[in-house]
């Protein structure tokens, strides 16, 4: 017999797609420590959170996500929230409902059950406000942060964890090529007085702190 196919209205998740860290993971095994520690913010269904369990060498890693219902604005483009029509007038690019964000919890939790590497992970089911309180500052070697919806929420993420990687850590997050999203990030570097050198590709940044 063969399995049931999931409902045809869940958000897909086809095992061809490239995860969202899949360019950034030379990076972890290459600047990073043995037995590092890390985080992903936004870990949805788990694709890029096994891909750095079983690629990279890990001794703990967190994953954040309050597996709740969202509404997302980041424009796929050059849009940003002050000109987007979307966010004005407060119509979502996609949205993600109770049934389908509990398809996707029923994912990440199989493979992360299944990776092998399930002992060393640290789950934090909460909104990331929460579960910054759970995480000391200078404890990460790396973080990627994929869980903003918005200009202000991808600020206020950036800015909220930046210090919980060491010095020397790397600090990634996915959707560089939405403008909302570099600008957050210029606004963080700005806030922290810092000028990195900035690695962008396939969507993603990354800079060494």
């Given amino acids: 017999m063969q399995p049931p196919e999931p409902p045809s209205d869940c958000i897909s998740c086809d095992q061809q797609e490239k995860p969202e860290i899949w360019s950034l993971i030379h990076c972890i095994n290459l ?3 043995e037995n590092c520690v890390g985080a992903e913010i936004g870990v949805s269904d788990a694709k890029s959170f096994n891909v750095i369990l079983q690629s990279c060498s890990i001794e703990k890693l967190y994953g954040v996500d309050p597996y709740k219902p ?3 604005f980041i424009s796929w483009g ?5 000109n987007d029509y979307s966010k004005k007038n407060n119509i979502p690019n996609y949205s993600v409902n109770e049934y389908q964000i ?3 919890k029923l994912l990440s939790e199989f493979r992360i059950k299944w990776s092998g590497q399930s002992r060393k992970v640290c789950f934090l089911e909460k909104d990331s406000s929460e579960a910054l309180n759970e995480i000391q500052d200078n404890e990460l070697d790396f973080i990627f942060i994929d869980s903003y919806t918005c200009h202000e929420s991808a600020t206020k993420e950036l800015i909220n964890w930046y210090p919980k990687v060491k010095t020397g850590g790397l600090m990634m997050g996915h959707d560089y090529h939405c403008k909302q999203v570099k600008q957050a990030v210029e606004k963080m570097l700005k806030h922290y007085q810092i000028a990195p050198k900035i690695s962008d590709f396939d969507e993603s940044f990354c800079f060494i702190k």
């Fill in 70 to 72: 969202y509404d997302d």
């Fill in 78 to 82: 050059d849009g940003d929230d002050e």
């Fill in 102 to 104: 509990d398809y996707i």
């Fill in 31 to 33: 600047i990073c420590p």
